[in-house]
């Protein structure tokens, strides 16, 4: 289980020089580096990240039952899509991962959602530092308006880390910047507000904001929905190097982004409207779009309905 937020705190302040990550055990966070979380056939370039476990999962607004049963793998170093059609429950699925959905008033979780076998809704276990270590980006780039670029990649560690140095903090942002492909368009002009950027720079900005804190599990809620093409193929590429050090589950509505960005498919349907949304089928990609096991995930997949 998670630690106290001082030892968590504590332990998020080291991460800059080791690209440390800090982790749930039963005697609190620990940090570990790349080398030392790499094992068994894991190459250096291709750090194991943690697996996420939905088990028996059940989300309720109130007295609504939105989401029924939904028992599924995130696996590491892979890209889940969640896809279905507008209101099966896919977006309160995710939201439901780094329990962002608690923070709707009457919301509510049954079943047992659990990072490397530790149940991230188990008692005293501290809903921020959860998120933490399953950071979200969301459908809208949203930088914070107010802040510069530098400002925007450093929030999280103003707000979770405690002291951290100045040197420390220029190298976290940097590193941010350039795993999220963004520093040499910015590198010049790091004062200048984020939303002075185009839509596509902002998402990766955002992006850039969500992993500087050394998350490790990504949300994504239809990153892409919102830019161009251009802008979404290069989101897309930036998805498919982030993989190598995180666990990412992706919500998209886009078939075609779902086929070329992820590794698994999770098809969500419901029965009728006002009926809970729950799992059809999750599997390889490639066997979701070409060879699924149920008609109804055939059916979406090859627009007969949705």
Known sequence: MFGSSTKLETDKAKPATE?????????GPVTQTSSQAASGGDTPDRRRAKTLVAKEVNLFYGDFHAVENVSMTIEPNKVTALIGSSGCGKTTFLRSLNRM??????????????????????GGVDPVAVRGLIGMVFQQ???FPTMSIYDNVAAGLNFNAGKVSKSDRDAIVERSLRGAHLWDEVKDRLQRPGSSLSGGQQ?????ARATAVSPEVLLMDEPCSALDPVATLAIE???GELKKEYTIAIVTHNMQQAARASDNTAFFNLDESGKPGHLVEIGATDEIFTKPQKKETEDYVSGRFG
Request: charged share 25%; net charge negative.
């Open 19 to 27: 690209e440390g990550r800090s982790t749930m055990s039963p005697t």
């Open 101 to 122: 959905h608690e923070l709707t008033p009457g919301a509510s979780v049954k079943g047992d959602i659990e990072l490397d076998g530790e149940d991230i809704y188990a």
């Open 141 to 143: 780039p949203n930088p």
């Open 203 to 207: 998402q990766r900005l955002c992006i």
């Open 237 to 239: 590429d930036l998805i």
